[in-house]
Antibody, heavy 122, light 110 residues
């Protein structure tokens, strides 16, 4: 079964850090670019970051650039998001997602995890 | 990276058709044939129902169709069913390996 499972969410104070993980199974993880997408409570979806298959290329939304770092370990079939200098507006459910186009990101995310909730509050 | 514009809500009766619009710019919707649509019932992860403007992934009923004209994309759901009640999100490639979503539309089946 093709599956993505996120973990690592929780409650963190403003200015704090958190590292999210996403475990992939059931498909050739190393052959796909991977993505993080978030959804603030009661709001729409927001693309956060993309990483290429070999980690050479990484891309970020302006809202997280300089604070978040995306990475992957193809040997472990895992995707990560290191989040530093967290703010209240980062409060959201964070999803990892696979694009239907293996080597690019077009916004056509065909596989999603169940999401992990991040709350930034004092 | 400005969000695409969607109506906040639409509604229709069972059996009817509804169309949800998604307006962007020449830098996203109008510039690329990479528009996707997602269905998201409450408390669940989004599900891809349309990609590349009008392509349906395997398993998605043909009641769901997508199109684009200029800077506006549209999702049409025909033969509306109660199970179609959900939030719908559009998404577009926006160049430079970035992606932009719309604000989401709540579909109510009357």
């Amino acid at each position: 079964e093709v599956q993505l499972v996120e973990s690592g969410g929780g409650l963190v104070k403003p200015g704090g850090s958190l590292r999210l993980s996403c475990a992939a199974s059931g498909f050739a993880f190393s052959s796909y670019s991977m993505n993080w997408v978030r959804q603030a409570p009661g709001k729409g979806l927001e693309w956060v970051s993309t990483i290429s298959t070999s980690s050479i290329y990484v891309y970020y939304a302006d809202s997280v650039k300089g604070r978040f770092t995306i990475s992957r370990d193809n040997a472990k079939n895992s995707l990560y998001l290191q989040m530093n200098s967290l703010r209240g507006e980062d409060t959201a459910v964070y999803y990892c997602a696979r694009d239907i186009h293996p080597t690019g990101t077009t916004g056509a995310f065909d596989i999603w995890g169940q999401g992990t909730a991040v709350t930034v509050s004092s | 990276q400005s969000a695409l514009t969607q109506p906040r809500s639409v509604s229709g009766s069972p059996g009817q058709s509804v169309t949800i619009s998604c307006t962007g710019t020449s830098g996203d919707v109008g510039g690329y044939d990479y528009v996707s649509w997602y269905q998201q019932p409450p408390g669940t992860a989004p599900k891809l129902i349309i990609h590349d403007v009008s392509q349906r992934p395997s398993g998605v009923p043909d009641r769901f169709s997508g199109s684009k004209s200029g800077n506006t994309a549209s999702l049409t759901i025909s033969g509306l069913q109660a199970e179609d009640e959900a939030d719908y999100h559009c998404c577009s490639y926006a160049g430079s390996y970035t992606v932009v979503f719309g604000g989401g539309t709540k579909l109510t089946v009357l």
